[in-house]
């Protein structure tokens, strides 16, 4: 490092002043001469008014010595280096004038090739202080911008570790944190559907949503109370805060969930631990606030959830109706899927709308029960191959890690929707095949006069029920489905050259006329009409 350093000259000999000042050429040497003296006196007045680097200076001198002149020196500039001219009369003075902090002192008599060695001296002892007080400087510059950093670590072991007073106290003056040192509140804030309005962002959005909600409540803390924020998670956000003498605890955090919902498109869930005197009872605040904001589960989010106005809540599994849960199974069994859906959601209404609603985990553990019997309930009626869907979704139910009720109720309500799919599929192909067989016979004996019932025997079924299912499949009444193969029969039959009334009598139609005003009404032609059409 090179620096221009000053250096005065002070001596009661003029030539001696002139000779150190003018003969060497100090700018070689990075010093420049701010100014001489002749005494003591003015030597402090000149040391006052240019504040030197280096001061030579004989020891003895009218009006003020050296030693005297190097106490007060000392006093207002203690980095200053004084090297003294001395006899060897002198000595006993030099080495008190090094007592006092005087840098060096030089025997006369001297050559200058002596002041310029014992001045560069001073000089590179004064280049290595300033080089120090600089890495010092930047040390401490890295320590400031480093200190949120610091703090937030702190903040973090508080949190996570119980400790004792004393190891919680350690570094609290060290890293200047900004709370009073009694009595303090967590406030756990999270982001709402923060994954799903995110996922297709850049980066840089995703940071500049976070550092909007970090800096509103850090601003909403600010004003009416000391509090230090920072970010826990990807969506969420720790304050500790002293309580306020004028607004509870609950209004504060009211305020800083209407502001992000003000300043910000998007909404937060917060929740608050109960207030601890000492630092070190800080991670008891925390873990209440966390189970406050696990109630985010019931609403969805968008609210503020104190630990404190919590009531109890029972630790074993919610049960809802006996029946329900019965009534839930037949229907899955039949693939009626609307009504299955209606008694989930009369389930978890019924389950969530106690007078003590359950702990989030505790739902979740009826929702993993709920899951397994309805996987039960559809192995005793689909293929290994269709239970694989059924049994992805109840281990994904299973292992949601992270959750809601609506969430929760949705998927278990989905797995319901796969298999009632699978069971309503099969149903389908079932009624087709007894409608094909049906179809089938009917061609083979077109000549039968067969009732709905006589058909429906066919397949084992009732006849209104095998009415039913035949008309959804084939869109035809059973009654019009034979008129309408007898007609196609009967233009077959035209076509071959067959007359009316044999035609008739081989399709079970005794009256001819009858006949014909079926076929017409079939086809808009009468057997004749359409016979003489075709057969040119």
């Not at 959804?472 to 489905?481: A, L, N, R």
Request: aromatic share 10%; charged share 25%.
């Amino acid at each position: 490092m090179t620096i221009e350093l000053r250096m005065c000259v002070i001596d009661d000999i003029k030539t001696v002043v002139q000779g150190i000042a003018n003969q060497i050429n100090w700018e070689n040497y990075g010093i420049c001469i701010a100014g001489t003296a002749s005494n003591g006196e003015q030597g402090i007045d000149l040391i006052k008014e240019t504040e030197p680097h280096i001061v030579l200076t004989d020891i003895r001198m009218p009006k003020k010595d050296g030693l005297e002149m190097t106490r007060q020196v000392l006093d207002m500039f203690p980095r200053t280096k004084i090297v003294f001219l001395s006899g060897f009369t002198d000595f006993d003075y030099a080495q008190e004038a090094l007592r006092l902090g005087a840098f060096d002192y030089i025997v006369k008599p001297y050559t200058p090739q002596k002041i310029i060695e014992v001045v560069l001296k001073a000089k590179q002892s004064i280049e290595e202080e300033i080089s120090e007080t600089q890495r010092y400087s930047e040390m401490e510059r890295k320590l400031r911008e480093s200190l949120p950093y610091l703090r937030q670590e702190y903040f973090q072991l508080l949190l996570q570790f119980r400790t004792t007073p004393e190891q919680a106290k350690k570094r609290w003056d060290f890293l200047n944190i900004a709370l009073e040192r009694e009595s303090f509140i967590v406030m756990l804030t999270e982001i709402d559907q923060f994954t799903e309005q995110t996922e297709t962002l850049p980066m840089q959005e995703v940071e500049l949503i976070r550092f909007t909600v970090h800096n509103i409540l850090e601003e909403s803390l600010r004003e009416h109370t000391k509090g230090f924020v920072f970010r826990d998670q990807t969506n969420r956000f720790v304050a500790i805060f002293n309580p306020s003498a004028f607004l509870n605890a609950e209004t504060i955090a009211e305020r800083c969930r209407e502001n992000v919902n003000k300043y910000s498109k998007y909404t937060i869930s917060i929740g608050l631990g109960e207030e601890v005197q000492e630092i070190h009872q800080i991670s008891y605040s925390y873990s209440q606030a966390f189970a406050a904001l696990s109630y985010n589960f019931y609403t969805g989010g968008n609210t503020v959830y104190s630990y404190r106005n919590m009531s109890p809540v029972p630790q074993t599994l919610p049960r809802y109706s006996p029946e329900k849960e019965k009534e839930l199974f037949y229907c899955l069994r039949s693939g009626n899927l609307q009504k299955a859906s209606g008694i989930v959601d009369e389930l978890f209404e019924e389950t969530v709308n106690a007078s003590m609603p359950p702990a989030p985990e505790v739902v979740k553990g009826m929702c993993d029960e709920l899951a397994f019997l309805i996987n039960r309930v559809f192995s005793e009626k689909l293929t290994l191959e269709e239970m694989e869907k059924i049994e992805r979704q109840q281990y994904y139910i299973k292992n949601l890690s992270s959750y809601k009720l609506k969430e929760l109720q949705d998927n278990i309500k989905e797995m319901c929707r796969i298999g009632c799919a699978f069971i309503q599929k099969r149903h389908v192909e079932d009624v087709n095949q007894v409608v094909e067989q049906v179809i089938a016979h009917i061609r083979q004996n077109l000549s039968s006069n067969m009732t709905v019932n006589d058909y429906a025997k066919l397949v084992y079924l009732s006849g209104s029920y095998f009415a039913n299912l035949f008309k959804k499949v084939t869109g035809m009444t059973v009654t019009q489905f034979v008129t309408s193969e007898r007609m196609e029969q009967t233009k077959a039959m035209l076509l071959e050259g067959k007359q009316v009334q044999e035609i008739a009598q081989a399709l079970g139609y005794e009256d001819r006329r009858h006949f014909s005003e079926l076929f017409k009404k079939h086809t808009g032609m009468t057997p004749s009409e359409f016979k003489h059409l075709y057969t040119k």
